[in-house]
T-cell receptor, first 110, second 115 residues
């Protein structure tokens, strides 16, 4: 069954603005991972946040995790045209399966 | 150097045919996966192998058979292809299948079109 749900499904913003995507999940997790998929390409991992972490940064990316609300957010600051892609959250529950959400399609308007 | 490579990138074939997709990773990872991405971009795991041992076998038709000759390779064979098999199939690998080592590296995908 599907574990993660991203919100919004699609997001269009002007270049330079910040983009925020949210992910909600249903069961307890060991870690949560964010991936980017450019059109026609494979997924590339961006950030992994463990269940005992609340926030993590990587360059222009900031990920938060609220295990009490079973939600995570991905913030991309100072967006660029090259950030146009689909973004997926994936949860790992400590068993053998990484389960992906439905994805947010982000479009950066130059 | 490509970390996870899968071939072919595109595959167009007729219903009823049998086809294989190959995957190789040069990352020294222990775990490999096959995912299917449908037209709505929903990504679903099909199989996972750890050190050549099958550890995840989701509910997929038994026309799909994975084969792992060694831990660097995981191939996917599909028998009697159906129209509904049309999708993009992704191979991925990770250091391990638990914890933070489950961070996955994906191949570029194989777009399968069954006509």
């Amino acid at each position: 069954s599907q574990q993660g749900e991203e919100d919004p499904q699609a997001l269009s913003i002007q270049e330079g603005e910040n983009a925020t995507m949210n992910c909600s999940y249903k069961t307890s997790i060991n870690n949560l991972q964010w991936y980017r998929q450019n059109s026609g390409r494979g997924l590339v991992h961006l950030i992994l946040i463990r269940s005992n972490e609340r926030e993590k940064h990587s360059g222009r990316l900031r990920v938060t995790l609220d295990t009490s609300k079973k939600s995570s957010s991905l913030l991309i600051t100072a967006s660029r045209a090259a950030d146009t892609a689909s973004y997926f959250c994936a949860t790992h529950r400590g068993d053998e399966k990484l389960t992906f959400g439905t994805g947010t399609r982000l479009t950066i308007i130059p | 150097d490509t970390a996870v490579s899968q071939t072919p990138k595109y595959l167009v074939t007729q219903m009823g045919n049998d086809k294989s997709i190959k995957c190789e990773q040069n990352l020294g990872h222990d775990t490999m996966y096959w995912y299917k991405q449908d037209s709505k971009k929903f990504l679903k795991i099909m199989f996972s192998y750890n050190n050549k041992e099958l550890i995840i076998n989701e509910t997929v038709p038994n026309r799909f058979s994975p084969k792992s000759p060694d831990k660097a390779h995981l191939n996917l064979h599909i028998n009697s292809l159906e129209l509904g098999d049309s999708a993009v199939y992704f191979c991925a690998s990770s250091q391990a299948y638990r914890g933070p080592e489950s961070l996955a590296f994906f191949g570029q995908g194989t777009r399968l079109t069954v006509v």
